[in-house]
């Protein structure tokens, strides 16, 4: 089993940058994909982004493309979702995941494990 603990929510205007962060600690070797889903009030979680063991291949939402960046540390066992150009339709409680490969995660939309979720609002 995986731990995951986010970092990094809070409250921004539209325009603005926030960095989420995600450190993950237990069996991590068995999960070499991770990533970042939201879920706003009342939507279905969605897929936001992954990131590969490497770091070499990422995966992003069409709707956060060119705006937020995923990327990671492996010595510190931590994942960073770079979040810039934030619109109102950003608003969700974004949750850190990680799962057998990124390109399952981005592919089947689906984690193994999963973190507590940060809230992110951002206000017009």
């Known amino acids: 089993q995986v731990q995951l603990v986010e970092s990094g929510g809070g409250l921004v205007q539209a325009g603005g940058s926030l960095k989420l962060s995600c450190a993950a600690s237990?069996?991590?070797?068995?999960?070499?994909?991770m990533g970042w889903f939201r879920q706003a009030p009342g939507k279905d979680r969605e897929f936001v982004a992954a990131?590969?063991?490497?770091?070499?291949?990422?995966y992003y939402a069409d709707s956060v493309k060119g705006r937020f960046t995923i990327s990671r540390d492996n010595t510190k066992n931590t994942v960073y979702l770079q979040m810039n150009s934030l619109k109102p339709d950003d608003t969700a409680v974004y949750y850190c995941a990680a799962h057998v490969t990124a390109q399952a995660m981005s592919v089947l939309k689906q984690g193994s494990d999963w973190g507590q979720g940060t809230q992110v609002t951002v206000s017009s």
């Open positions: 990131i590969s063991l490497s770091g070499d291949a990422t």
């Open positions: 237990g069996r991590t070797f068995r999960r070499n994909g």
